[in-house]
């Protein structure tokens, strides 16, 4: 768009010029200038945008580069914005863990330091919900222990096998959460709650932490045999 294809009154022309255009007598007197060509030329600007952004929305919708506008052209009242380009959000289950992808030394949270390997499947955590963390930690601490005691390795990211967990942590007791003996590849099967040595290490099989949390009766009498249990490997 070009400010020659813009026509300017008379009026607003003199009131720019005055000092360089001489109007004749008849021309004055029928039209009287208020000298304000500061705001003029703030509103003449203003026009030339707004005509300029209609002619590219115009080119824009038509899809011709040689659109063109005309000055009879009425002006809309307001001008309606591009859309925003889209933008794609991913469903929570799409940052699901994978199930037994990755390979390579197992990954824990903890130190190892007593040599308590703790097993259990979290498929949308790294390691385990601050919830679960929480319960487990006290149970620890009931037993003497603490997250430097222990190495926490979730099943769900790594899939853990006792050979190679032998191996790589050397484990004295292993606290399987919601795992079968066979998935870990124990050539053996034994009942929750009952703990089992094998190869020089101690084992307990446990329901996994969530269904621990809840207080009623049948969990109370579950976090029970738990109890016991863990006394006679880590306080007996």
Request: some cysteine; glycine content about 4%; overall charge negative.
């Amino acid at each position: 768009m070009s400010f020659k294809d813009i026509v300017l009154p008379d009026v607003v022309i003199a009131d720019l010029y005055g000092s360089m255009i001489v109007q004749d007598s008849d021309a004055a007197a029928s039209a009287p200038l208020a000298r304000s060509g500061n705001s003029n030329v703030s509103r003449i600007t203003d026009a030339v945008s707004e005509v300029e952004v209609i002619q590219k929305k115009k080119i824009i919708d038509s899809g011709d580069p040689a659109a063109t506008i005309s000055k009879n052209d009425p002006l809309p009242k307001e001008i309606t914005p591009l859309p925003a380009p889209e933008q794609t959000i991913l469903a929570k289950d799409e940052f699901r863990a994978t199930v037994h992808t990755s390979t390579g030394p197992y990954r824990f949270l903890g130190k190892n330091q007593r040599n308590v390997s703790v097993i259990a499947r979290y498929t949308h955590d790294p390691y385990i919900p601050e919830q679960d963390l929480e319960f487990l930690t006290k149970l620890l601490s009931a037993c003497k222990l603490n997250l430097g005691d222990v190495a926490i390795i979730n099943d769900s990211v790594q899939a853990v096998k006792f050979q190679k967990l032998n191996e790589e942590l050397a484990p004295k007791y292993v606290l399987m959460f919601g795992l079968e003996p066979s998935e870990l590849g124990l050539p053996l099967s034994f009942p929750q709650l009952k703990p089992q040595s094998f190869s020089n290490c101690n084992f307990l099989f446990i329901p996994p932490i969530g269904e621990l949390l809840p207080d009623n009766p049948e969990v109370k009498e579950t976090k029970k045999k738990l109890w016991e249990s863990l006394k006679k490997m880590f306080l007996s």
